[in-house]
């Protein structure tokens, strides 16, 4: 995960250690930003921001590590089916701008974040999905250009 801010540094043990500080500041804020997309959406009970490849970047302290794992791999296999369908029958790029899951006892909602990043969020089967789907992208506009997750390398 990168989150831009700007700023350069040059490599020393100082600044190692201030990578580490400002990874976990990084994931704080990010908390936060999360936490308060729960919070201003009725019906939310869960969310995650997540790489591309299903990695989880941060989640509602709601969810325990296994439940955000799992729902970060659902959320990444749900984006990667909707870029092949998109390469089939939409425009031929592959981008998906969002993809919404409704099933007995709630909805899973996951839009783009950022470059190669996606935000997930589980609600209650009677969330009004046009106001998720408008916090959903008030969120990410905060995020945009300054979280991007590229892919890992083997």
């Not at 704080?28 to 591309?52: D, F, I, M, N, Y």
Request: aromatic content about 4%; overall charge negative.
């Amino acid at each position: 995960m990168t989150v831009h801010t700007g700023t350069t540094s040059t490599t020393s043990a100082t600044d190692i250690t201030s990578a580490t500080s400002a990874t976990s500041t990084t994931e704080e804020k990010l908390g936060w930003l999360v936490q308060g997309l729960l919070a201003r959406t009725p019906g939310a009970r869960h969310a995650l921001v997540l790489s591309r490849d299903g990695l989880k970047l941060c989640s509602t302290p709601e969810l325990s590590v296994d439940q955000a794992d799992h729902l970060a791999a659902i959320s990444a296999g749900i984006q990667a089916l909707s870029h092949g369908a998109s390469l089939q029958f939409g425009d031929g790029t592959g981008n998906v701008r969002s993809a919404m899951t409704e099933f007995y006892g709630g909805i899973l909602f996951i839009v783009e974040a950022g470059e190669g990043a996606h935000l997930a969020l589980v609600t209650a089967e009677e969330a009004d999905a046009g106001l998720v789907g408008h916090n959903m992208g008030q969120l990410v506009e905060q995020l945009d250009g300054h979280l991007s997750a590229p892919p890992r390398r083997p």
